[in-house]
């Protein structure tokens, strides 16, 4: 990670954030809309969901970070994408040996249903690259179709684990020690 170039600007316009992971430089992009307020709240579940008695949604989108927080949920959500090329080796929208389909997630994760692991968190697919139907939900992000599940796990890492925001720190206008 020591060579991640940082993009903002025009090439980021109207997004939250953008990655690379499989370029010979990384790079993470943030966006203008990364510092807007999450409004709404999304959770959805695995079309291969087979719990009895109850199946188990997963939160994409939650309501109420706004600025500085909003900002550490994309970039942590970025670094995800990075981190599961990393692990993998495998690139979006490809296919290869024990990668059935094109999330960039392997075929033995996805399939693996032993205690706690992710196949059997998420229940994964390894045929099916969106298994939780994202590109339903966000009609303007079609992609979502063929690495669907890769943005699910970017997107519960961002939500549940973002980077260090330093609220102490924000005295951009609105922030959290604007007027203070």
Not at 149 to 157: G, K, M, P, S, T
């Amino acid at each position: 990670m020591d060579k991640v170039k940082w993009l903002w600007g025009s090439r980021t316009s109207g997004i939250r954030g953008l990655s690379s992971p499989h370029k010979t430089m990384e790079f993470i992009g943030v966006g203008d809309a990364a510092i807007a307020e999450r409004v709404y709240s999304l959770l959805l579940t695995s079309a291969y969901d087979d719990r009895v008695p109850q199946k188990r949604p997963v939160a994409v989108e939650i309501p109420g970070a706004k600025g500085i927080d909003s900002v550490a949920i994309t970039i942590s959500h970025e670094f995800k994408h990075i981190a599961i090329y990393g692990q993998w080796g495998q690139r979006i929208g490809f296919t290869g040996p024990g990668h059935s389909d094109t999330d960039g997630i392997p075929d033995n994760v996805e399939d693996d249903r032993t205690p706690n692991s992710l196949g059997e968190i998420y229940r994964f697919n390894s045929r099916d690259p969106d298994c939780y139907r994202m590109h339903r939900y966000y009609p303007e992000k079609t992609h979502y179709a063929t690495y669907g599940d890769n943005e699910l796990l970017a997107r519960v890492e961002g939500i549940y684990n973002p980077r260090a925001t330093s609220p102490g720190k924000d005295w951009s206008k609105g922030g959290k020690q604007w007027g203070r």
